[in-house]
T-cell receptor
Framework: GDSVTQTEGQVALSEEDFLTIHCNYSASGYPTLFWYVQYPGEGPQLLFRASRDKEKGSSRGFEATYDKGTTSFHLRKASVQESDSAVYYCALSGGSNAKLTFGKGTKLSVKS | GPKVLQIPSHQIIDMGQMVTLNCDPVSNHLYFYWYKQILGQQMEFLVNFYNGKVMEKSKLFKDQFSVERPDGSYFTLKIQPTALEDSAVYFC????????????FGEGTRLSVL
């Protein structure tokens, strides 16, 4: 079945550091890829999505590029802020049943 | 913007009782989902629902679980009977279409089974 792998379970950075969270996927066909962010006590919120190879999604300074060759959708931000502290989930949706499959999530902590 | 509402936000019940979690999805959305999140862990898919039918369910969707959306009202998740391991936050989501449409999530219902 479909799966999403996030390498980093936790990331600790200082403000203005560069962020990379790695996401690799396994799926048949051509899935749509998503990044969601979850703050404490809330549901996941969509950051952005991408549906085709080489498409770049972006929002609030975060970006990721759909790479079908390496089956990756890595999240990057050039300069993080303390307010970016949250859990970030990579996810995919594909196939006939509209199921959204999440990675295990990466907890980002940014100190000022 | 549109929101998915979940009622109640917190439910405490005794093991063995029945519980119904309610979700008010976005009005024109057609696909509905339930996810389970144990504290500090990942989002785990339970079930999705379209046109009055379950589309897919995971192995976490035990026989004690059921979903329905009678006459376009709340989309509900019923657990009967509950077990201690059902304690978690349950998130409802809805989307207009499948696959390339991002499901919109509610804020969750925290279920505590004692």
């Amino acid at each position: 079945g479909d799966s999403v792998t996030q390498t980093e379970g936790q990331v600790a950075l200082s403000e203005e550091d560069f962020l990379t969270i790695h996401c690799n996927y396994s799926a048949s066909g051509y899935p749509t890829l998503f990044w969601y962010v979850q703050y404490p006590g809330e549901g996941p919120q969509l950051l952005f999505r991408a549906s085709r190879d080489k498409e770049k999604g972006s929002s609030r300074g975060f970006e990721a590029t759909y790479d079908k060759g390496t089956t990756s959708f890595h999240l990057r931000k050039a300069s993080v802020q303390e307010s970016d502290s949250a859990v970030y989930y990579c996810a995919l949706s594909g196939g006939s049943n509209a199921k959204l499959t999440f990675g295990k999530g990466t907890k980002l902590s940014v100190k000022s | 913007g549109p929101k998915v509402l979940q009622i109640p936000s917190h439910q405490i019940i005794d093991m063995g009782q029945m519980v119904t979690l309610n979700c008010d999805p976005v009005s024109n959305h057609l696909y509905f989902y339930w996810y389970k999140q144990i504290l500090g862990q990942q989002m785990e898919f339970l079930v999705n629902f379209y046109n009055g039918k379950v589309m897919e369910k995971s192995k976490l969707f035990k026989d004690q679980f059921s979903v329905e959306r009678p006459d376009g009202s709340y989309f509900t998740l019923k657990i009967q009977p509950t077990a201690l391991e059902d304690s978690a936050v349950y998130f409802c989501a809805s989307s207009l279409a499948r696959n390339n449409q991002a499901p919109l999530f509610g804020e969750g219902t925290r279920l505590s089974v004692l």
